[in-house]
DNA sequence: TTTAATGCAAAAGATTTGCAACATG
DNA sequence: CATGTTGCAAATCTTTTGCATTAAA
């Protein structure tokens, strides 16, 4: 049984020993930036989050805040909501569906499932909403770049690889 | 059983109806426009549908391309991918969650269902790759704007509402 | 003929980058 | 001390807007 960190201060510990664990320095900056991502429910985008920090550091420059909350994603302490840094994209298909988000090169594909349409929503729903549809987003890896890290894999450990 | 208009001649019929019927002026530049959408299975996103485009309509702009593709969203004719036209926004919440949209307020809030952690995924997915994760999107209106829109429709009728 | 849509150019937003000064490990 | 990080300003990239012209119904 895993555990998440869900305290502010449980959250502050793990960004800390993250940090330390990737020789990434620990600036005040780093700190308040992640402490307002973490100690706000509200999944903030960039401009709270700076304005956040600038209360308690006026001097903090809003590029700061940008590289901070790319390097936490990286570090996998913070996700990114909606489509990360993609553009915006459009599809005629309007047939109910759902999609397949390759992880490596971020291509989306549709597929169908008629169970995922109306799946058993939790109880708690009720206490937030009504809802209308219902949409399913499977991350994983494709098998175009699956088979592209193949490749890969065997070209760093034989130099006799005819692609290189 | 509704019917979904598949084919890419399907796709353009529907689209001439339903601008006849919003009284939206049929032109070459939106048919266009929506036929690179419809025919393209990518999820294109601006550019290519501008670059797709300008091979039959050089002159066709972009912000042409940019207003048509919105006009298309409002008719319902086209669907955008991912996060609209919202900024990046950022989650410190590390436990695996799922998403309730408000369609009214975009408002994102968190909740949590084990059943939808590890659904059963169609037979078709293995053609198109490895599942890592499941993410389930509801969207729906919130508590909030229900109230809110209670609110409003009584005022619509009720010129004694203390809040006018 | 009326009204809405287009193209252009300029503006507005959001995000990134180069670089010198600075702080952390 | 070495290296990674910051702040600033400028650059870049995406998207939107005002307006005169044009075209659809």
């Given amino acids: 049984m895993e555990m998440y960190p869900n305290t502010l201060e449980d959250r502050m510990k793990c960004f800390e020993e993250i940090c330390r664990r990737h020789g990434i320095k620990l600036t005040p900056q780093r700190m308040e930036v992640f402490r307002e991502v973490a100690r706000s429910g509200n999944h903030p985008d960039v401009e709270s989050v700076y304005r956040g920090v600038r209360e308690r ?60 349409l109306h799946p058993k929503l939790p109880e708690s729903l009720k206490t937030i909403g009504t809802p209308l549809s219902t949409h399913v987003e499977v991350r994983g890896v494709c098998h175009e770049c699956r088979m592209k890290n193949d490749k890969n894999v065997r070209s760093e450990n034989n130099c006799n690889d005819p692609d290189l």
């Fill in 57 to 116: 550091m006026p001097t903090i420059s809003l590029d700061t805040v940008y590289r901070t909350l790319w390097k936490l994603e990286e570090l996998g302490l913070v996700v990114v909501l909606g489509s990360t840094r993609e553009r915006t994209r459009f599809d005629a298909n309007l047939e109910p569906h759902h999609h397949f988000v390759c992880v490596e090169c971020g291509k989306t594909r549709d597929f169908y499932s008629k169970d995922l």
